[in-house]
């Protein structure tokens, strides 16, 4: 990299945010690529969040990852906002342009997408339905980046099934809306099966669906990555279904606002998958 003119910094607001893995892996980055630069993480409250924000280009940041609760208040905050982030609904990167105005992405859709194409290189967005479990904001995310690989045809179900039809309602065909007692039945013929709920995660409740119905070739994929195979990741690996477990989408909406904030778009390699893996079994 040529020499720099300046000390690059960026980082991630949430709160709480100690327990973001972000800063290890993007630090991690910046020293595997020779930049002189700093990730930090950086603990705001959301009705601090606009001060924060419009400090940075005093502070001379780059720009910030957001995390929960603060990804959805940014939307009325920035100046700009990409057309994905709107459609998502929420913002996980605001990058500081030169006048000192913001500009709001959301990364969660490409991240998704490009964890199934690195775990099954030969994944056909148009190979049959997907089930997608769950309503909320990773929800979106997932639905945003299937219908924009050209998924055909989405079957969404959700506990609560008026956040699904509201879903459905905003982001249109290919997504229909079934009940959640009939989850295990949407499986038949399915190619790819998505969970984007927390059922199943450490601590909360585990994801009640018999997979029976579940063709051999099917793909699953589980957002969790605390634990980071899931007890449906399991179930479907004893089944002989191929997985995809929750990293890859963390790491993978890394890359681009890495290039953002440092002028670099770095790869997700097995040794940067190893580093964050490391850090699974802490806060």
């Known amino acids: 990299m040529p020499h720099q003119t300046k000390y690059f910094l960026a980082g991630v607001m949430g709160h709480p945010v100690m327990h973001s893995r972000s800063p290890k892996l993007h630090n991690y980055w910046l020293a595997l690529h020779g930049i002189e630069g700093h990730y930090a993480p950086i603990e705001v409250r959301r009705e601090a969040l606009e001060r924060a924000l419009r400090a940075l280009s005093s502070l001379g940041y780059s720009g910030v990852n957001l995390t929960i ?8 905050i920035v100046d700009r906002i990409d057309p994905a982030a709107r459609q998502i609904g929420a913002i996980n990167c605001v990058v500081v342009a030169e006048d000192g105005s913001l500009d709001g992405y959301n990364y969660d859709a490409f991240g998704f997408t490009a964890s199934i194409l690195e775990a099954e290189p030969h994944w056909r967005a148009d190979a049959g339905p997907v089930v997608v479990l769950g ?9 945003a980046g299937l219908i924009k690989a050209g998924v055909h045809e989405i079957r969404l179900t959700n506990r609560t ?3 699904a039809i509201a879903l459905a309602q905003e982001f249109g065909p290919p997504v229909s809306v079934h009940d959640w007692a009939d989850r295990a039945e949407l499986l038949a013929g399915a190619a790819m099966l998505v969970n984007t709920t927390s059922m199943g995660m450490t601590g909360q409740p585990p ?3 018999a997979l029976d119905r ?3 070739q099917a793909l699953v ?8 195979e899931t007890d449906l990741l399991r179930r479907a690996k004893l089944r002989r279904n191929r997985t995809v477990d929750g990293l890859g989408m963390l790491l993978h909406q890394a890359r681009p606002a890495f290039r953002h904030f440092f002028g670099l778009t770095p790869e997700v ?3 940067v998958r190893a580093l964050i893996e490391a850090t699974l079994g802490t806060t």
């Open 69 to 76: 609760p603060l990804k959805e208040e940014a939307l009325k």
């Open 135 to 143: 309503a909320g904001g990773a929800s979106r995310a997932v639905l």
């Open 161 to 163: 099934q008026e956040r």
């Open 207 to 209: 994801l009640d669906i």
């Open 214 to 216: 579940l063709e051999a």
């Open 221 to 228: 994929a589980d957002i969790v990555y605390v634990p980071l």
């Open 269 to 271: 390699t097995p040794a």
